[in-house]
Nanobody
Framework: HVQLVESGGGTVQVGGSLRLSCAASGYSYRSYCVAWFRQAPGKEREGVAGRFLLGGSTSYSDSMKGRASISEDRARGTVYLDMNDLKPEDTGMYYC?????????????????????WGQGTQVTVS
């Protein structure tokens, strides 16, 4: 059973940077997508960045392109989201999510319906 635990959230000033971590365990397949989503109060959950593990292909939302980087540390079983030049509209609960992929399928969309394992989230506040 896959488990995801996010950490690294907090309060940061406008223009600041933050690194979020997603520690994963329980993987039983060889390839997965991992993505970061966020949800602001009263708004729908939206994709921020995604990564195909073991392959390295990445995708970013238009709002975070150029300001975010998703990476992985295989030895630690952790996926990171580095964000810079943060804005008040980046405030929200940030979740990581994952889904197993069949061989040859490296598509990792930023769509909540694509993912079946979710963490509990970590709060990011930009003020």
């Amino acid at each position: 059973h896959v488990q995801l635990v996010e950490s690294g959230g907090g309060t940061v000033q406008v223009g600041g940077s933050l690194r979020l971590s997603c520690a994963a365990s329980g993987y039983s397949y060889r390839s997965y997508c991992v993505a970061w989503f966020r949800q602001a109060p009263g708004k729908e959950r939206e994709g921020v960045a995604g990564r195909f593990l073991l392959g390295g292909s990445t995708s970013y939302s238009d709002s975070m392109k150029g300001r975010a980087s998703i990476s992985e540390d295989r030895a630690r079983g952790t996926v990171y989201l580095d964000m810079n030049d943060l804005k008040p509209e980046d405030t929200g609960m940030y979740y990581c999510a994952t889904v197993a992929k069949v061989y040859g399928d490296t598509w990792c969309p930023l769509d909540t319906s694509h993912y079946n394992y979710w963490g509990q989230g970590t709060q990011v506040t930009v003020s």
